[in-house]
């Protein structure tokens, strides 16, 4: 995740600190955190008029840090493990969803370590979460393809477009990404899957189970898919595989990464 105002990228590592390096990824990080979570991190973000960067852990907490490596808040009251997190600017409200079903709306201004409000609306473990700033509204989509669009204001919940029971889908949704200006939810098992209205299936080269995160590029309409060792692009229009590439980092797996544009 890069943060602007240090000129620093961070780096989620599988013991549960962050490493903070320049853009150019050379040399010992500048910024390396204590362990202040028990397990793999599986998402972060940063929120900028917080200057704070945000981790979502196996160990079931999300962690609060400041742009110099130290530990601010940590928030608790997930069930199971959180992997997923969304921030939505309007309301200035961060969510936090995984394995525990339930989805955790929190205030990043307060120190307060439990939630706000608890959003319940999915029976199987969530995958993505994304905030429409346009629409403020949040989005969540559990491993069985149900989506579910939450109103960000009061908490309600607005649509359910259940894919459950289409043929699209033979494994466990491992990612998905989200288009705010076509309001289109990008989804992908085996294969991706573009929900708007109807369900379409568009094929593109089958990733394993190796997944760790998905990302949609608005400028240029492309899907950034990577597993542990690789990265893919694809075109989000017609689901062709532009371009494919080993990632930089030697022995070391992916355990996470971010997109900015």
Not at 159 to 187: C, M, W
Request: proline fraction near 5%; aromatic fraction near 8%.
């Amino acid at each position: 995740e890069y943060e602007p105002t240090s000129n620093l990228i961070f780096l989620a590592l599988m013991d549960g600190t962050l490493h903070a390096y320049p853009p150019s990824l050379s040399g010992a990080p500048i910024i390396r955190t204590k362990r202040e979570h028990d397990d793999w991190i599986r998402s972060m973000l940063m929120i900028p008029e917080l200057h704070l960067m945000v981790t979502a852990s196996l160990d079931r907490t999300v962690n609060m840090w400041s742009t110099d490596g130290e530990l601010v808040c940590k928030k608790v009251g997930h069930s199971r493990s959180v992997t997923c997190l969304a921030y939505m600017p309007q309301t200035r409200l961060l969510f936090s969803a995984g394995q525990g079903k339930e989805i955790m709306c929190w205030n990043p201004f307060s120190m307060l370590q439990t939630p706000a409000q608890v959003l319940n609306g999915h029976e199987k473990e969530i995958s993505a979460l994304f905030s429409d700033s346009i629409n403020s509204c949040l989005i969540s989509i559990d491993i069985g393809t149900r989506v579910v669009v939450w109103d960000a204001r009061n908490f309600s919940m607005l649509q359910v477009l259940d894919g459950g029971e289409s043929t699209v889908h033979h494994t466990s949704v491992k990612s998905a990404t989200f288009n705010p200006v076509s309001r289109e939810v990008y989804i992908l098992s085996d294969h991706f899957t573009r929900i708007s209205a109807s369900i379409a299936s568009l094929r593109p080269p089958v990733l394993g189970k190796n997944l760790v995160s998905f990302h949609y590029c608005e400028v240029d309409h492309l899907l950034a898919a990577t597993t542990s060792t690789h990265t893919y692009i694809f075109d989000a229009v017609t689901g062709d595989l532009v371009r494919q590439s080993d990632h930089p980092f030697g022995p070391q797996h992916i355990a996470y990464t971010s997109f900015t544009e």
